[in-house]
């Protein structure tokens, strides 16, 4: 089945945001928090969010990386494989809570929070956090005008 988009991807109808996309991603990707931490918490963000772009294009990205199949096929069920480190765990907690905001009262617990903040300094935190806030806007951009994932793939 090809999904068809409703409109064009908005970043490039308005080209105003793609310098804005770009500068979050480098403030994002400055702050010295490991590419793996950050690729991780982008794709756990969009499998939740049912962004088939972003899920496909993460995967792809962190394959190419050097990510291995282990890790790649259990993101969705972290907490019940061992591949993944005691700081990778502690950032995926944070990207669950922060993309589902409304699912309880108190969104992002504090013990979620020290978790993360044990493994991480404040710059890497807010890195994290940036991130994570992106991942979330790129997925509601490409879910609401149905962006699908890219068919080109070799």
Known sequence: MTIEPRI??????????????????????SAGVPESVLELVHLRASQIN?????VDSGARSMRKAGETDERLFTVAV??????????ERAALALAEAATR??????????DIWAEAARHFGEKELAAIVLWIATTNFFNRINATTRQPAPQNWG
């Open 101 to 110: 905001l409304a699912d309880k009262a108190d969104a992002v617990p504090d």
């Open 8 to 29: 064009a991807n908005p970043a490039g109808l308005l080209p105003d945001a793609v310098k804005a996309v770009n500068l979050l991603y480098k403030a994002a990707h």
């Open 78 to 87: 972290w907490r019940e494989t061992p591949y993944f480190t005691d700081a």
């Open 50 to 54: 049912g962004c088939s772009a972003c």
